[in-house]
Nanobody
Framework: VQLQASGGGLVEAGGSLRLSCAAS?????????MGWYRQVPGNQRELVAT???????NYADFAKGRFTVSRDKSKNTVYLQMNSLKPEDTAVYYC???????????WGQGTQVTVSS
């Protein structure tokens, strides 16, 4: 599975960004769990939000009320709408794909999100 993420960039505090990630390849399937993690240099990668195939979502506490994860299963694409961004949201955001039928996860290349104060 290949994951192609886009949509990162520089935004002022209080602004919004929308990340996209498209999955492709032989094992790409709308049955997968897809979502987003983020990482700040020197810190561990942390969950932002995920969505399983049925549409059930899981959000980190910091993301609740500000971020929304969604999917277009026909395109094997996951989105992350980020509103009311804060400087502490600055990180590299990684697309995540979990193929539960083979017990394997995949990661995108990461997209930088920078929020200025």
């Amino acid at each position: 599975v290949q994951l192609q993420a886009s949509g990162g960039g520089l935004v002022e505090a209080g602004g919004s960004l929308r990340l996209s990630c498209a999955a492709s390849g032989r094992r790409a399937s709308d049955s997968a769990t897809m979502g987003w993690y983020r990482q700040v240099p020197g810190n561990q990668r942390e969950l932002v939000a995920t969505m399983i195939s049925s549409g059930i979502t899981n959000y980190a506490d910091f993301a609740k009320g500000r971020f929304t994860v969604s999917r277009d299963k026909s395109k094997n694409t996951v989105y992350l709408q980020m509103n009311s961004l804060k400087p502490e949201d600055t990180a590299v955001y990684y697309c995540y794909y979990y193929a539960h039928w083979v017990g394997r996860d995949y990661w995108g290349q990461g997209t930088q999100v920078t929020v200025s104060s």
